[in-house]
């Protein structure tokens, strides 16, 4: 299942993203929090935002694959999606604000047609 596949990538990404902010909290020798990081602070949001988006993108692949909608409709959300999260943690480690809003822009277009897709196909 194409759902399970993106499950598993999505995965492999949150855990780069935990280690980015284990990385960094052994370096400036912090446990808890960012001790005022800002580096740390980006990491640490980049890895929570991602975890805040990614199960609804998750419910949605599986609900429209459920719905036997084909892999060649999913992969471009998919991949719109994951190339969103990218990008909005890239930016917040580089304090790129304009990669951030294309990243958020991303991510928010490849929920919002998914979601469409859903809600289209429980009216028909």
Do not use: W
Request: charged share 15%.
């Amino acid at each position: 299942m194409f759902s399970g596949l993106f499950a598993a990538i999505c995965t492999l990404f949150y855990i780069k993203l935990s280690l980015d902010v284990i990385k960094l909290r052994k370096g400036h020798q912090v446990g808890l929090g960012d001790a005022g990081h800002k580096d740390l602070q980006a990491r640490i949001r980049a890895h929570a935002n991602f975890i805040e988006y990614t199960p609804l993108a998750v419910i949605l692949i599986f609900i429209l694959e459920y719905q036997l909608i084909s892999e060649a409709i999913l992969l471009p959300f998919a991949a719109l999606f994951l190339a969103g999260r990218v990008l909005h943690a890239q930016a917040l480690a580089k304090a790129n604000i304009k990669m951030r809003v294309v990243g958020m822009g991303c991510t928010f277009l490849s929920l919002i047609g998914m979601a469409l897709i859903n809600a289209y196909l429980y009216i028909i």
